[in-house]
Protein backbone atom coordinates (compact mmCIF):
# COMPACT_ATOMS: atom_id res chain seq x y z
CA UNK A 1 0.00 0.00 0.00
CA UNK A 2 0.97 3.50 -0.77
CA UNK A 3 3.34 4.98 2.64
CA UNK A 4 1.31 8.25 3.09
CA UNK A 5 -1.73 6.01 3.19
CA UNK A 6 -0.86 3.87 5.92
CA UNK A 7 1.09 7.17 8.12
CA UNK A 8 -2.33 8.59 7.96
CA UNK A 9 -4.29 5.82 9.41
CA UNK A 10 -1.50 5.33 12.05
CA UNK A 11 -1.53 8.75 12.56
CA UNK A 12 -5.57 8.66 13.23
CA UNK A 13 -5.50 5.46 14.84
CA UNK A 14 -3.29 6.69 17.93
CA UNK A 15 -4.82 10.00 17.85
CA UNK A 16 -1.15 12.00 17.47
CA UNK A 17 -2.26 15.33 17.79
CA UNK A 18 -3.22 14.29 21.12
CA UNK A 19 -0.20 14.48 22.79
CA UNK A 20 2.76 16.63 23.71
CA UNK A 21 5.89 14.96 23.03
CA UNK A 22 9.89 15.38 22.79
CA UNK A 23 9.91 13.68 19.65
CA UNK A 24 8.08 13.94 16.25
CA UNK A 25 5.47 10.98 15.84
CA UNK A 26 4.93 9.22 12.31
CA UNK A 27 7.15 9.59 9.33
CA UNK A 28 11.02 10.54 10.22
CA UNK A 29 12.92 9.24 7.16
CA UNK A 30 11.56 8.77 3.86
CA UNK A 31 11.80 5.98 1.81
CA UNK A 32 10.05 3.71 -0.84
CA UNK A 33 6.51 5.18 -1.76
CA UNK A 34 5.28 1.44 -1.80
CA UNK A 35 5.27 -0.52 1.76
CA UNK A 36 5.10 -4.08 1.38
CA UNK A 37 6.92 -6.10 4.32
CA UNK A 38 7.52 -4.28 7.99
CA UNK A 39 10.05 -4.75 10.15
CA UNK A 40 8.76 -3.27 13.66
CA UNK A 41 11.17 -2.68 16.75
CA UNK A 42 11.55 -0.29 19.97
CA UNK A 43 14.45 1.13 18.65
CA UNK A 44 15.55 2.48 15.52
CA UNK A 45 19.02 1.55 16.24
CA UNK A 46 21.56 0.46 13.44
CA UNK A 47 21.06 -2.86 14.11
CA UNK A 48 17.02 -2.59 13.33
CA UNK A 49 18.04 -0.65 10.36
CA UNK A 50 20.08 -3.36 9.57
CA UNK A 51 18.21 -6.23 9.82
CA UNK A 52 14.96 -4.47 8.05
CA UNK A 53 17.38 -3.88 5.10
CA UNK A 54 18.24 -7.53 5.08
CA UNK A 55 14.77 -9.08 5.52
CA UNK A 56 13.32 -7.00 2.34
CA UNK A 57 11.19 -4.41 4.73
CA UNK A 58 9.98 -1.31 3.22
CA UNK A 59 9.08 0.16 6.79
CA UNK A 60 10.96 0.40 10.33
CA UNK A 61 8.38 1.23 12.25
CA UNK A 62 9.47 1.98 15.64
CA UNK A 63 8.75 3.51 19.02
CA UNK A 64 12.26 5.28 19.96
CA UNK A 65 12.53 7.03 16.49
CA UNK A 66 15.40 10.03 16.47
CA UNK A 67 15.48 13.37 16.59
CA UNK A 68 14.64 13.90 20.93
CA UNK A 69 14.74 17.12 21.87
CA UNK A 70 17.79 16.82 23.63
CA UNK A 71 19.52 15.32 21.02
CA UNK A 72 22.56 17.05 18.50
CA UNK A 73 20.78 18.34 15.62
CA UNK A 74 23.39 17.58 13.23
CA UNK A 75 23.98 14.64 10.96
CA UNK A 76 27.18 13.09 11.57
CA UNK A 77 28.88 10.11 13.41
CA UNK A 78 26.50 7.33 13.87
CA UNK A 79 23.38 9.20 13.42
CA UNK A 80 24.90 9.49 9.71
CA UNK A 81 25.82 5.73 9.76
CA UNK A 82 21.24 4.68 10.74
CA UNK A 83 20.55 7.50 8.10
CA UNK A 84 22.77 6.47 5.14
CA UNK A 85 22.26 2.81 5.82
CA UNK A 86 18.16 3.13 5.69
CA UNK A 87 18.53 5.92 2.69
CA UNK A 88 20.24 3.56 0.95
CA UNK A 89 17.70 0.90 0.56
CA UNK A 90 14.60 3.35 0.88
CA UNK A 91 13.48 1.99 4.01
CA UNK A 92 11.53 4.29 5.46
CA UNK A 93 11.54 4.56 9.33
CA UNK A 94 8.22 5.85 11.46
CA UNK A 95 8.52 6.73 15.39
CA UNK A 96 5.53 6.62 17.78
CA UNK A 97 7.01 7.77 21.25
CA UNK A 98 3.99 8.93 23.83
CA UNK A 99 1.32 8.25 21.45
CA UNK A 100 1.49 4.49 21.50
CA UNK A 101 2.81 4.45 25.46
CA UNK A 102 -1.34 5.40 25.89
CA UNK A 103 -2.96 3.92 23.11
CA UNK A 104 -5.86 1.54 25.50
CA UNK A 105 -5.76 -1.46 23.01
CA UNK A 106 -2.21 -1.61 20.93
CA UNK A 107 -0.37 0.83 23.56
CA UNK A 108 2.85 -0.40 25.65
CA UNK A 109 1.01 -0.14 29.03
CA UNK A 110 -2.38 -2.01 27.67
CA UNK A 111 -0.14 -4.90 26.51
CA UNK A 112 2.45 -4.84 29.32
CA UNK A 113 -0.73 -5.64 31.40
CA UNK A 114 -1.95 -8.50 29.19
CA UNK A 115 1.33 -10.03 29.46
CA UNK A 116 1.82 -9.39 33.21
CA UNK A 117 -1.67 -10.98 33.78
CA UNK A 118 -2.88 -7.59 35.24
CA UNK A 119 -6.50 -6.70 34.25
CA UNK A 120 -6.19 -2.42 33.34
CA UNK A 121 -9.06 -0.23 35.06
CA UNK A 122 -8.36 3.27 33.83
CA UNK A 123 -5.29 5.56 32.39
CA UNK A 124 -4.48 8.35 34.61
CA UNK A 125 -1.85 10.99 35.42
CA UNK A 126 0.35 13.03 32.71
CA UNK A 127 -0.71 12.61 29.17
CA UNK A 128 -3.21 9.62 30.70
CA UNK A 129 0.33 8.13 30.76
CA UNK A 130 0.01 5.94 33.56
CA UNK A 131 -2.40 2.79 33.68
CA UNK A 132 -3.79 1.34 36.94
CA UNK A 133 -5.66 -1.97 37.59
CA UNK A 134 -5.83 -5.01 39.20
CA UNK A 135 -4.42 -8.58 40.02
CA UNK A 136 -7.22 -11.54 39.61
CA UNK A 137 -5.61 -12.75 42.73
CA UNK A 138 -3.40 -11.27 45.34
CA UNK A 139 0.30 -12.15 45.16
CA UNK A 140 3.10 -11.89 47.72
CA UNK A 141 5.27 -8.89 46.46
CA UNK A 142 8.31 -12.14 46.09
CA UNK A 143 5.77 -14.49 43.50
CA UNK A 144 4.57 -11.26 41.90
CA UNK A 145 8.02 -10.25 41.09
CA UNK A 146 8.76 -13.98 39.83
CA UNK A 147 5.77 -13.74 37.82
CA UNK A 148 6.92 -10.61 36.18
CA UNK A 149 10.74 -12.24 35.77
CA UNK A 150 9.19 -15.28 34.11
CA UNK A 151 6.91 -13.03 31.55
CA UNK A 152 9.49 -10.74 30.86
CA UNK A 153 12.26 -12.73 30.81
CA UNK A 154 14.34 -10.46 32.79
CA UNK A 155 15.23 -10.44 36.74
CA UNK A 156 13.59 -7.07 38.02
CA UNK A 157 15.25 -4.76 40.20
CA UNK A 158 12.24 -4.96 42.96
CA UNK A 159 12.01 -2.15 46.24
CA UNK A 160 9.69 -3.14 49.18
CA UNK A 161 8.10 -6.43 51.77
CA UNK A 162 8.54 -9.67 50.01
CA UNK A 163 5.81 -10.40 51.66
CA UNK A 164 3.25 -7.57 51.09
CA UNK A 165 0.18 -8.71 49.48
CA UNK A 166 -0.32 -7.10 45.85
CA UNK A 167 -3.36 -6.53 44.56
CA UNK A 168 -3.84 -3.10 43.25
CA UNK A 169 -1.00 -1.99 40.35
CA UNK A 170 -0.09 1.11 38.74
CA UNK A 171 2.39 1.31 35.81
CA UNK A 172 4.01 3.12 33.07
CA UNK A 173 6.74 1.67 30.77
CA UNK A 174 9.98 3.19 30.06
CA UNK A 175 11.82 5.31 32.11
CA UNK A 176 8.35 6.74 34.00
CA UNK A 177 10.38 6.71 37.61
CA UNK A 178 9.32 10.08 38.06
CA UNK A 179 5.53 9.36 38.02
CA UNK A 180 5.99 6.94 40.91
CA UNK A 181 4.36 9.88 43.45
CA UNK A 182 1.43 9.63 40.66
CA UNK A 183 1.31 6.48 41.55
CA UNK A 184 1.40 6.21 45.55
CA UNK A 185 -1.11 9.10 45.31
CA UNK A 186 -3.65 6.47 43.67
CA UNK A 187 -3.13 4.17 46.52
CA UNK A 188 -1.79 1.02 44.74
CA UNK A 189 -0.12 -1.81 46.17
CA UNK A 190 3.02 -1.47 43.87
CA UNK A 191 4.30 0.84 40.63
CA UNK A 192 5.71 -0.87 37.35
CA UNK A 193 8.07 0.95 35.86
CA UNK A 194 11.46 0.20 33.53
CA UNK A 195 13.90 2.21 35.32
CA UNK A 196 14.64 3.22 39.02
CA UNK A 197 16.80 6.15 40.59
CA UNK A 198 17.98 7.07 43.40
CA UNK A 199 15.33 8.77 45.19
CA UNK A 200 12.95 5.84 44.16
CA UNK A 201 14.17 3.38 46.92
CA UNK A 202 14.02 5.55 49.86
CA UNK A 203 10.03 6.84 48.71
CA UNK A 204 8.89 2.74 48.31
CA UNK A 205 10.67 2.23 51.58
CA UNK A 206 8.84 5.26 53.53
CA UNK A 207 5.57 4.65 52.00
CA UNK A 208 5.36 1.27 51.39
CA UNK A 209 4.36 1.11 48.03
CA UNK A 210 6.38 -1.41 46.43
CA UNK A 211 8.83 -0.22 43.20
CA UNK A 212 9.37 -2.37 40.39
CA UNK A 213 11.60 -1.29 37.87
CA UNK A 214 10.76 -4.04 34.92
CA UNK A 215 13.44 -2.67 32.24
CA UNK A 216 12.64 0.13 29.46
CA UNK A 217 13.24 -2.38 26.63
CA UNK A 218 11.76 -5.24 28.47
CA UNK A 219 8.83 -3.34 29.21
CA UNK A 220 8.26 -1.63 25.62
CA UNK A 221 8.44 -4.69 23.59
CA UNK A 222 4.58 -5.50 23.10
CA UNK A 223 3.15 -2.03 21.67
CA UNK A 224 5.04 -1.62 18.67
CA UNK A 225 4.11 -5.22 17.83
CA UNK A 226 0.89 -4.97 18.95
CA UNK A 227 0.51 -1.72 16.62
CA UNK A 228 2.22 -4.17 13.43
CA UNK A 229 0.02 -6.65 13.98
CA UNK A 230 -2.86 -4.60 13.87
CA UNK A 231 -1.86 -2.57 10.09
CA UNK A 232 -1.35 -6.77 9.32
CA UNK A 233 -5.18 -7.70 9.83
CA UNK A 234 -6.16 -4.10 8.54
CA UNK A 235 -4.26 -3.96 5.24
CA UNK A 236 -2.47 -7.24 5.35
CA UNK A 237 0.84 -5.97 5.73
CA UNK A 238 2.88 -9.07 6.65
CA UNK A 239 5.56 -7.46 9.66
CA UNK A 240 8.36 -9.13 11.49
CA UNK A 241 9.79 -7.93 14.81
CA UNK A 242 13.44 -7.29 15.68
CA UNK A 243 14.25 -7.29 19.20
CA UNK A 244 18.07 -6.79 20.88
CA UNK A 245 19.26 -7.90 24.22
CA UNK A 246 18.94 -4.69 25.94
CA UNK A 247 19.55 -5.05 29.66
CA UNK A 248 18.61 -1.76 30.20
ZN1 LIG B 1 10.76 4.35 26.07
Redesign the pocket.
Known amino acids: MQRNELMTWIHNQLQVDVFKDYAPNGLQLQGKAEIGHITCA?TASLAAIEAAVANGSDLLLV??GWFWKSEPTVITDWKFKRIQTAMQAGLNIAGY?LPL?AHPQWG?NAQLAHVLGLKMQAQFGHQNLLAQGVLQDALSLADFNQQIETALQRQPTVIGRPEKPIQRVAWC???AQGFFQDAIDAGVDAYIT?EISEAQYHLANETDVAFIAAG?HAT?RYGIQALASAIEVEFGIAHQFFDEANPA
Open positions: VHHHDNTGGGHE
